[in-house]
């Protein structure tokens, strides 16, 4: 029940429509997606210790950031390798802010030679993997730091990967709730 209240006011929240006054972030490859996200912490790392920024650079870090949490930190299965996800264009929007942080990263004195060296491995693991020319209907689209690309909430029940962690997760959390109810009771109360 809480999903479906959730994917209703959720349902449009996608970047269709929204204020362009952001940043443009370019589009990025189902391909560049898989492997990108293996090194994002990396980037992110990078990009965080990052000393000659300008503003443009710390918004794109920024959102790639927000993004990132509302993409419950890549968490859900199947969010950046299954197009059919409710995750996969939340996951495109993140990864395409993180690819853009790289890139800039390229043009900085310090961490020209670090973001160089990711830039390379992702070439080669892009290649290795046969990834190049994969695509999906989100790798067209391009994002704007103006625009916070939701999950698609009423999408969750009818796939299972994202139902079954999400249901999973809800279940934990009732359970680590149940727990400290009961461990957090005064002693008291328990001998009744």
């Known amino acids: ?24 972030i370019p589009e990025i ?20 210790r990052a000393v000659d920024t300008n503003e ?3 918004r794109i870090l920024n959102y790639a950031e927000i993004q990132y949490s509302y993409c419950l930190w890549g968490r859900v299965p199947g969010s950046v390798t299954d197009e059919g996800s409710p995750f996969n264009e939340c996951a495109h929007a993140y990864l395409a802010a993180t690819k853009a942080v790289l890139m800039a990263m390229r043009e900085m004195p310090q961490e020209a030679l670090a973001a160089n060296r990711i830039i390379s491995a992702v070439d080669v693991d892009m290649v290795r993997r046969g990834l190049a020319l994969v695509t999906c209907q989100f790798s067209g689209e391009a994002f704007n730091t103006a625009d916070i ?10 796939h299972f990967a994202s ?7 809800s279940v934990l959390l009732g359970l680590a709730v149940f727990t400290l109810r009961r461990f957090l009771r005064p002693r008291d109360q328990l001998s009744e």
């Open 1 to 24: 029940m809480f999903l479906f209240g959730v994917g209703t006011a959720f349902a449009h929240g996608s970047s269709e429509g929204g204020s362009h006054a952001g940043l443009d």
């Open 29 to 48: 490859s189902h391909g560049e997606m898989a492997v990108i996200s293996e090194y994002r912490s990396g980037i992110i790392d990078l990009a965080s």
């Open 56 to 58: 443009p650079f710390r």
């Open 149 to 158: 690309v939701k999950p698609r909430w009423s999408r969750v029940p009818i």
């Open 163 to 169: 139902m079954a962690s999400l249901t999973g997760l």
